[in-house]
């Protein structure tokens, strides 16, 4: 696998945003995550987005991270907020995850960012079970979806 930095609205960040949506739409059936994001939020240093191509150059799976810091919402000053990680069905249980997650980590950490964040949902199983083996830990309630009965938050010191 070959993981690349692009914008958020790369023409292979859009497809695969669109799988994703489409993804939490048939799990939740709410149309999908109705976060705001903007493509300036995951433009370096405040941010990166990464997308995994495999050996016929297909983008595979995604991830992303945008600055955060104290704010109504629930986020704490230093904060990485991780969204949109997603690996296309047909390839998940290869590790394609845990390396984007521990690439968009790094890249954080580089930043100058001290806690990763992430928001899921109880309808998401094997992201929790992602995040938890990789050393998350629940924490308080944040974001667009803090206060919806299914949202699931995890943090992570950097």
Known sequence: MNIRRVPFD???AVK????VQAEYHVRYGDGGDATHLDPAM?????????????EQDRPVATGG??????????????DAELKRMYVMEELRGRGLARRILAALEEDARSAGRTRMVLET????????ALY???????CARFGYYRFHELSMCFAKPL
Do not use: C, M
């Open 121 to 128: 949902g109880s309808k998401q199983p094997e992201a929790v």
């Open 42 to 54: 995951f433009l370096p240093p405040s941010g990166v987005y990464l997308i995994a191509y495999d």
């Open 132 to 138: 938890s083996s990789s050393g998350y830990e629940p």
């Open 65 to 78: 991270w945008r600055t955060q810091n104290k704010s109504d919402e629930g986020y704490l000053d230093g």
């Open 10 to 12: 790369h023409p292979d």
């Open 16 to 19: 695969l945003n669109d799988q």
